[in-house]
């Protein structure tokens, strides 16, 4: 972290010196940024949902979880976009339920489709 700021005052004060104007780029950056946002937008919830399950691993293959849309077995496996469960349930045992990692509150949709 110290080394990119130390890099971005470097850089400002090069500007500085060969009369450049800061105003432009900063603002190039800005609109950058702002246009990888909004191409992110849908894969920015996943990846940091994953990198929580990777970091915290809240749940592990073969844990036996119950959801709040009432769905509950035994976790089949975790993968960087979803966690598929072993749907455990009278009528539909051995069904596989796929759970999104960014909405988590959404009803989860059958593996099959």
Do not use: C
């Not at 979803?82 to 999104?100: D, F, K, P, Q, S």
């Amino acid at each position: 972290m110290l080394a990119g700021a130390t890099g971005l005052l470097t850089v400002l004060a090069l500007f500085d010196i060969w009369d450049v104007l800061r105003l432009p780029i900063v603002v190039a950056l800005i609109l950058a940024t702002a246009l990888a946002a909004a191409a992110l937008r849908d894969v920015l919830p996943t990846a940091i949902a994953s990198f929580h399950m990777a970091a915290f691993r809240p749940v592990e293959v073969r844990d036996y979880i119950k959801l709040d849309t009432g769905h509950q077995g035994t976790v089949e496996s975790i993968t960087w976009r979803e966690v598929l469960l072993l749907y455990l349930a009278l009528t539909h045992e051995g069904n596989v339920v796929r759970i999104e990692r960014d909405e988590p509150s959404r009803e989860p949709a059958p593996a099959g489709d």
